[in-house]
Protein backbone atom coordinates (compact mmCIF):
# COMPACT_ATOMS: atom_id res chain seq x y z
CA UNK A 1 0.00 0.00 0.00
CA UNK A 2 0.54 3.48 -0.36
CA UNK A 3 -0.30 6.40 0.95
CA UNK A 4 -0.21 9.65 -0.90
CA UNK A 5 -0.42 13.30 0.76
CA UNK A 6 -0.90 16.32 -1.40
CA UNK A 7 0.12 19.85 -0.04
CA UNK A 8 1.34 23.10 -1.12
CA UNK A 9 -2.18 24.66 -2.16
CA UNK A 10 -3.42 27.89 -0.90
CA UNK A 11 -4.82 31.41 -2.32
CA UNK A 12 -3.17 33.49 -5.18
CA UNK A 13 -3.56 36.22 -7.60
CA UNK A 14 -3.23 35.43 -10.82
CA UNK A 15 0.37 35.61 -12.04
CA UNK A 16 1.70 33.80 -9.26
CA UNK A 17 3.58 30.45 -8.48
CA UNK A 18 2.43 27.63 -6.13
CA UNK A 19 4.90 24.52 -5.51
CA UNK A 20 2.33 21.66 -4.46
CA UNK A 21 3.87 18.86 -2.75
CA UNK A 22 2.58 15.10 -2.75
CA UNK A 23 4.52 13.10 -0.25
CA UNK A 24 4.67 8.98 0.17
CA UNK A 25 4.78 6.27 3.03
CA UNK A 26 4.42 2.49 3.17
CA UNK A 27 6.52 2.03 -0.14
CA UNK A 28 8.89 3.86 -2.52
CA UNK A 29 8.03 6.09 -5.59
CA UNK A 30 10.58 5.13 -7.46
CA UNK A 31 8.31 1.93 -8.44
CA UNK A 32 5.68 4.38 -9.81
CA UNK A 33 5.16 6.73 -12.39
CA UNK A 34 3.39 9.77 -10.85
CA UNK A 35 0.45 12.15 -12.21
CA UNK A 36 -0.95 15.11 -11.19
CA UNK A 37 -4.66 15.44 -12.12
CA UNK A 38 -7.27 18.57 -11.03
CA UNK A 39 -10.83 18.83 -10.69
CA UNK A 40 -12.80 22.54 -11.16
CA UNK A 41 -15.90 22.74 -9.64
CA UNK A 42 -18.48 21.36 -11.72
CA UNK A 43 -15.92 19.57 -13.97
CA UNK A 44 -14.48 16.28 -15.04
CA UNK A 45 -11.30 15.30 -13.77
CA UNK A 46 -9.01 16.23 -15.84
CA UNK A 47 -5.00 15.00 -16.73
CA UNK A 48 -2.27 17.59 -15.95
CA UNK A 49 0.95 16.10 -16.18
CA UNK A 50 2.43 12.54 -15.18
CA UNK A 51 6.09 11.76 -14.90
CA UNK A 52 7.87 7.73 -15.29
CA UNK A 53 9.89 6.59 -12.65
CA UNK A 54 13.36 7.96 -14.99
CA UNK A 55 11.86 11.17 -15.23
CA UNK A 56 10.36 11.58 -18.75
CA UNK A 57 7.41 13.31 -18.48
CA UNK A 58 3.72 14.27 -20.19
CA UNK A 59 1.91 17.48 -20.40
CA UNK A 60 -1.99 17.36 -21.27
CA UNK A 61 -1.84 20.41 -23.57
CA UNK A 62 -0.71 23.68 -24.12
CA UNK A 63 -2.80 25.30 -21.57
CA UNK A 64 -0.20 24.15 -19.04
CA UNK A 65 3.59 23.41 -20.58
CA UNK A 66 6.04 25.74 -20.45
CA UNK A 67 4.33 26.77 -17.31
CA UNK A 68 3.66 23.78 -14.70
CA UNK A 69 6.44 21.59 -14.27
CA UNK A 70 6.69 18.34 -12.33
CA UNK A 71 9.54 16.96 -10.87
CA UNK A 72 10.58 13.81 -7.98
CA UNK A 73 12.83 12.98 -5.55
CA UNK A 74 12.47 9.64 -5.01
CA UNK A 75 14.93 9.99 -2.31
CA UNK A 76 12.43 11.87 -0.25
CA UNK A 77 9.70 9.90 -1.84
CA UNK A 78 7.99 13.22 -2.84
CA UNK A 79 6.70 14.72 -6.19
CA UNK A 80 6.40 18.32 -7.09
CA UNK A 81 4.18 20.65 -9.25
CA UNK A 82 5.73 23.67 -9.46
CA UNK A 83 2.83 26.24 -11.20
CA UNK A 84 4.01 29.37 -12.62
CA UNK A 85 2.51 32.34 -14.28
CA UNK A 86 -1.31 30.87 -12.29
CA UNK A 87 -4.49 31.78 -14.13
CA UNK A 88 -8.28 32.28 -12.79
CA UNK A 89 -8.99 28.81 -15.11
CA UNK A 90 -6.23 26.70 -13.07
CA UNK A 91 -8.10 26.85 -10.28
CA UNK A 92 -9.25 23.26 -8.68
CA UNK A 93 -8.38 20.68 -6.36
CA UNK A 94 -5.19 19.19 -7.15
CA UNK A 95 -4.46 15.08 -6.94
CA UNK A 96 -1.64 13.55 -7.43
CA UNK A 97 -1.56 9.80 -8.20
CA UNK A 98 0.76 6.75 -8.47
CA UNK A 99 0.74 3.63 -11.01
CA UNK A 100 1.92 2.34 -13.99
CA UNK A 101 3.14 4.40 -15.97
CA UNK A 102 0.90 2.96 -19.30
CA UNK A 103 -2.57 3.72 -17.18
CA UNK A 104 -2.00 6.73 -14.78
CA UNK A 105 -2.18 9.35 -17.59
CA UNK A 106 -5.84 7.50 -17.99
CA UNK A 107 -6.98 7.84 -14.58
CA UNK A 108 -5.95 4.41 -13.33
CA UNK A 109 -3.32 4.96 -11.08
CA UNK A 110 -3.08 2.60 -7.74
CA UNK A 111 -3.13 5.40 -5.29
CA UNK A 112 -4.12 8.64 -5.25
CA UNK A 113 -4.38 11.59 -2.57
CA UNK A 114 -7.04 13.52 -1.21
CA UNK A 115 -6.36 16.71 -2.94
CA UNK A 116 -5.52 19.68 -2.24
CA UNK A 117 -7.44 23.44 -3.13
CA UNK A 118 -5.41 25.98 -5.75
CA UNK A 119 -7.81 28.75 -5.97
CA UNK A 120 -6.06 31.41 -8.53
CA UNK A 121 -8.31 35.24 -7.98
CA UNK A 122 -8.17 37.57 -11.02
Known amino acids: ?3 LVESGGGLVQAGGSLRLSCAAS ?11 F ?15 RTGGSRYNNDSVKGRFTISRDNVKNTVYLQMNSLKP ?4 VYYCAAGDYGKVQAGMGDYWGQGTQVTVSS
Not at 42 to 52: H, L, N, Y
Open 26 to 36: GRTLSNYAMAW
Open 38 to 52: RQAPGKEREFVVDIS
Open 1 to 3: QVQ
Open 89 to 92: EDTA
